[in-house]
């Protein structure tokens, strides 16, 4: 049983244009949701996260949006740059935040952003 | 330097072989993490542990096996190698900050 689903294995878009990329969850439990980004050969490196208690956290070309109602959330990326070519997971935790607790990955989308 | 050293980086083992995977920190993080990666899986939680001497199952903890004497070290065993057990192998510890990940371990077994 997937908690975390990230339905679009992959994802193609020109640079300069946004990236949008999809994240579902069945567990309403879940208070903090985390994506990150992963490089080949290398480990996944942390990109953003948000509270619960929170709709929208931003971080420069990168926003990640929660609707708790639709249990849904998504990474928006402005302007895509070739570098952000990678592996997009999503991650979520029932502990409140990180720092304590378990996360489950959803399945990961590979996104390729061409010149 | 500074970080989470898994090692090998690769590593060919035949079934029924037992195999262990190392993860050091160089930190003094309490929480450390052993996922797999796998196609049309994401990242799945084999063990944790929240400190020296106390450890947890994951979501996939069958045919694993882990120990933690000291802080810094984590190995995950396969104590009889099997096929389905041929991933990509990512230790984590977990601070403040949220998780550092190391760079993998891509175990092969035939």
């Known amino acids: 049983d997937q908690q975390v689903k990230q339905n679009s294995p992959s994802l193609s878009v020109q640079e300069g244009r946004i990236s949008i990329l999809n994240c579902d969850y069945t567990?309403?439990?879940?208070?903090?949701f985390l994506w990150y980004k992963k490089y080949p050969a290398e480990g996944p490196t942390f990109l953003i996260s948000i509270s619960s208690i929170k709709d929208k956290n931003e971080d420069g070309r990168f926003t990640v949006f929660l609707n708790k109602s639709a249990k849904h959330l998504s990474l928006h990326i402005v302007p895509s740059q070739p570098g952000d070519s990678a592996v997009y997971f999503c991650?979520?935790?029932?502990?409140?935040?990180?720092?304590?607790?378990?996360?489950?990955f959803g399945q990961g989308t590979t996104l390729q952003v061409k010149p | 330097d500074a970080g989470i050293t898994q090692s090998p980086r690769y590593k060919i083992t035949e079934t029924g072989r037992q195999v262990t995977l190392m993860c050091h920190q160089t930190?003094?993080?309490?929480?450390m993490f052993w996922y797999r990666q796998d196609l049309g899986h994401g990242l799945r939680l084999i063990y944790y542990s929240a400190a020296a001497d106390i450890t947890d199952k994951g979501e996939v903890p069958d045919g694993y096996v882990v120990s933690r004497s000291k802080t810094e070290n984590f190995p995950l065993t396969l104590e009889s190698a099997t096929r389905s057990q041929t991933s990509v192998y990512f230790c984590?510890?977990?601070?403040?900050?949220?998780?550092?990940f190391g760079s993998g371990t891509r175990l092969t077994v035939v």
């Open positions: 984590a510890s977990l601070d403040s900050a949220g998780y550092t």
């Open positions: 991650a979520a935790s029932d502990n409140g935040s990180s720092n304590t607790g378990k996360l489950i």
């Open positions: 930190w003094s993080h309490s929480y």
């Open positions: 567990n309403s439990m879940f208070d903090y």
